[in-house]
Nanobody, 117 residues
Framework: EVQVVESGGGVVRTGESLRLSCSAS????????VGWFRQAPGKEREGISC????????YFQNSVKDRFTMSTDSAKNTVYLQMNNLKPEDTAVYYC??????????WGQGTQVTVSS
């Protein structure tokens, strides 16, 4: 089983950047796809990006693909979400999840990102 922990959230202003970290313990991320999700107040959780740590292929939702990037550090067993040019509509709790099949099996507790205008 994989334990997933997110960190790096905070309060920033419009146009600023944040880097979220997703660290795993119990198993290597190399065997999993890792996704980032977010849930804004009053809205459903949405998937925004994912990466296959095996081959590095990634996917980004249209609303973030020109501003967010993902990277991995295998030595630290950590996946990063670099978020640039943040907007108020990016305000949400951000979750990291890992999975090896059709669904994500292991979820973190979330980290709050707040973007002020």
């Amino acid at each position: 089983e994989v334990q997933v922990v997110e960190s790096g959230g905070g309060v920033v202003r419009t146009g600023e950047s944040l880097r979220l970290s997703c660290s795993a313990s119990g198993s290597s991320f190399d065997d999993y796809a890792v996704g980032w999700f977010r849930q804004a107040p009053g809205k459903e959780r949405e998937g925004i990006s994912c990466i296959s740590t095996g081959d590095g292929s990634s996917y980004f939702q249209n609303s973030v693909k020109d501003r967010f990037t993902m990277s991995t550090d295998s030595a630290k067993n950590t996946v990063y979400l670099q978020m640039n040019n943040l907007k108020p509509e990016d305000t949400a709790v951000y979750y990291c999840a890992a999975g090896s099949g059709a669904e994500y099996d292991f979820w973190g507790q979330g980290t709050q990102v707040t973007v002020s205008s």
